[in-house]
């Protein structure tokens, strides 16, 4: 039997669709399952700290750094093909992750998931747009974000469930029926698709210079305030991917087979909608990673809490991004991208008016905000993106797209993080040098705000001065952390300029009609 029987040409693309759904689930949940793991992992496999931080940032760094290289290989080899690469290898290294005996073979399986990951994501955008007509792909996408927002909000809840009640590798081995189903799924519903205009080679100039210029820019982000921005390898990542960057533009305008085709990445749209993709991640993942630390620190609430008080957010932008991709579908992406990062804009800077005194009642509302207005962004920009260049290009458009966000994302937490730094560490040189410290415990206590090791150093000072100090460090922490997310208000004004400014408000092409220099979609037998 070549097919399912429930799978017919009537009802295929949405068979497909929630087959990329399943998958997306899977990458995004693996983004945020794994952090409330963390302590677990520490003492199960005595851990070193560097360890654990390496468990995070490697997945990120891999991620990363092959997003545009998958998805122009999808582009060349076949998307379903590279997609379902994506699955196998995502699964066996979920596999050897939850098998780990051991802290390296844990941070190996974690790099090999961003690599299955770099594969999957820009795939499963690029075979919706593949799948569906212009005029249907903001309702599609509009759902593939939706799903991506319930991974993010399931994230923190399920890694507490199953690493309270069943073990951190339950984490990992969640991953392996998810992926079963979407490989069976997709390999009966979903049609092969490639760029019929190039052939089968691989521009390996393109693919080193990428790699390295876009690994270097990221783990100088990640590693930044740890590393501290005027340290010797900071500098040296820096200028490396300055240099790698400008290599592979020169190494792209030269070859004859380029991975990126500069012309179609002059289109307004698709440089706007970048611009945008950039823009949201940086105000979203650093708001979501500091206000989880305010949540914690200053409130009160255990990381298990904490992630069950996002979800008014979160499930606001899985309400919100589906209907989002349908009114995308009738009035274009200008309107509800400009509408939605102004919502955004404003629900940061109510934020940012935080006092130590605040409770989850003022809050509640703005995470709210903060959610339809997310959701009111995502699916039209990645909409719009996909929309402004030709269907053979889908593979390549989604991985730029992809590590636009992701850049964006860790760019975010990297910049509001430094200034939040800077802030502390102004705000406490001077206020705890008049209490009864010594200089080694103000140093700690500097270097430590925000750390959950804090509680346990104050138990070691007399009430009083614990008291004192306690006091001192919450309001360092929520100043520095209301000048913060100014920060990421005025990215977010900056994202609605971005939005009035290149996109045009039209909507997608009527059913049966071919955009202008968009080649009408090739399919070819598996």
Known sequence: MSRLH????????????????????????????????????????????????????????????????????????????????????????????????????????????????????????????????????????????????????????????????????????????????????????????????????????????????????????????????????????????????????????????????????????????????????????????????YMQNILGYSPLEAGVRFLPSTVLIIIAAPLAGRLTDRIGARVPIAVGLSLVAVALYMQSRITVDTTYSYLLPLMSLMGLGIGLTMSPMSTAAMNAVDATKAGLASGILSMSRMVGGTFGVAAVGALFQHMSDSRLESRLGDLPLSSQQQAWFADNLGSGDVPSRLQQLDPGTAREVGGVLKEAFVHSLSASLKLSTAVAVAGVVIALTTLRDSRAPARGTVPAGVAPVAHRPD
Do not use: C
Request: hydrophobic residues 55%; charged residues 15%.
């Open 6 to 293: 429930a799978i017919t040409e009537q009802n295929r693309k949405w068979w497909t669709l929630g087959s990329m759904s399943f998958a997306l689930f899977m990458i995004m949940l693996d983004n945020t399952v794994v952090n409330v793991a963390l302590p677990s992992i520490q003492s199960d496999l005595d851990a070193s700290l560097s360890a654990l931080e390496w468990t995070i940032n490697i997945y990120t760094l891999t991620f990363a750094v092959l997003l545009v290289t998958g998805g122009r290989l999808g582009d060349i080899f076949g998307r379903r093909r590279a997609f379902l690469f994506g699955v196998v290898v995502f699964a066996l290294s979920s596999a050897t992750a939850g098998l780990a005996p051991d802290e390296s073979w844990l941070v190996a399986s974690r790099a090999l998931q961003g690599v299955g990951a770099a594969f999957m994501m820009p795939a499963t955008l690029s075979i919706i747009t593949n799948a569906f007509p212009p005029h249907e792909r903001g309702k599609a996408i509009g759902t593939w974000a939706g799903v991506s927002a319930l991974a993010l909000a399931l994230g923190p809840v399920v890694g507490g469930f199953l690493t309270e009640e069943v073990s951190w590798r339950a984490i990992f081995f969640l991953n392996l029926p998810v992926a079963m189903l979407a490989v069976f799924v997709t390999l009966f519903a979903t049609k092969e698709s490639r760029d019929p205009n190039v052939p089968r080679t691989v521009d390996y100039g393109g693919v080193a210079t990428i790699t390295v210029g876009v690994g270097a820019l990221v783990l100088a982000l990640v590693e930044g305030n740890d590393w501290g921005w005027g340290s010797p390898r900071v500098v040296a990542l820096l200028v490396t991917a300055v240099i790698a960057l400008v290599a592979f533009v020169l190494v792209e305008r030269g070859s004859r087979f380029p991975m990126v085709e500069f012309e179609f990445l002059r289109s307004r749209t698709f440089a706007g909608t970048n611009g945008i993709a950039f823009v949201v991640s940086f105000s979203m993942l650093a708001m979501f990673f500091f206000m989880a630390l």
